[in-house]
């Protein structure tokens, strides 16, 4: 197994992977980072615990705990495999998880289709997640949602939505959103404050919606930067406390 890295990307939709390259870029000048890829087939059973253990599988061997950060059932991925393996995690960052986990944009899409076709529906979830669109980049954004209902890990179906309740995680936890979000609005940001344990962080981007870690790709990076190194210097007082 090579070496695994600082910090590990949660990448549950491969259409939508795009949105976290200009982050990653950013990131990777300064930590060690890689992407970790769950891709779902139209054949098989959306499963959230199969993805938590294939994800050990990759984690397991390791010698040392690492940082994880999902963006929606990326960072629900992360929020469960936390809780159940929480030995193996530095820390974890969410980005566009609200207080009810299991909620992404499929959510909303399946409350609404039973009322509007599919084809209307993507185009004004289209517009809800991205702003106002030319043809051409309506069209290419409608395809990639369309990918994404097929081939993304969301636990949400036309029969079924899922509710995951957030009750935190034992390991350093920091979760962001942004402040124009329609999938994870700031009342469902604010939620996680009561699950919160000190050293915990709550941060709002200011500008951007559901793919803000996209627009504002420099200032989340600077948050999540800050986060590492006060859990970086938190360890090292910690152990020479210890001495």
Not at 99 to 114: G, I, K, L, P, T
Not at 125 to 136: H, I, K, P, S, T
Not at 202 to 208: F, I, N, Q
């Amino acid at each position: 197994m090579s070496k695994l890295p600082d910090v590990l990307w949660l990448n549950t939709s491969p259409s939508l992977q795009y949105f976290a390259q200009p982050l990653l870029r950013y990131l990777s000048d300064l930590v060690t980072i890689q992407e970790w890829k769950y891709r779902q087939s139209q054949d098989e059973v959306s499963s959230l615990d199969a993805a938590v253990v294939l994800l050990h599988d990759y984690l397991k061997s390791s010698n040392r705990p690492i940082h994880l950060i999902g963006h929606s059932t990326g960072g629900l991925l992360g929020l469960l495999y936390s809780r159940r393996y929480p030995e193996t995690v530095k820390a974890l960052t969410l980005l566009a998880v609200g207080v009810d986990a299991a909620v992404d944009w499929q959510a909303h899409y399946y409350m609404h289709r039973q009322f509007l076709s599919r084809q209307k529906l993507l185009t004004d979830m289209v517009y809800n997640l991205f702003g106002y669109q030319d043809e051409r980049t309506l069209k290419s954004l409608t395809h990639l949602l369309e990918q994404d209902l097929d081939c993304s890990l969301s636990p949400h179906s036309l029969f079924e939505r899922v509710s995951i309740k957030a009750n935190g995680v034992p390991v350093p936890l920091m979760v962001c959103s942004g402040l124009n979000d329609i999938v994870v609005e700031p009342e469902a940001l604010q939620g996680w404050r009561s699950h919160l344990k000190e050293g915990d962080r709550l941060w709002s981007c200011l500008e951007g919606g559901h793919f803000f870690h996209f627009s504002q790709y420099q200032l989340v990076g600077e948050q999540l930067l800050d986060f590492w190194k006060f859990i970086r210097i938190s360890d090292s007082l910690y152990s020479c406390l210890r001495l």
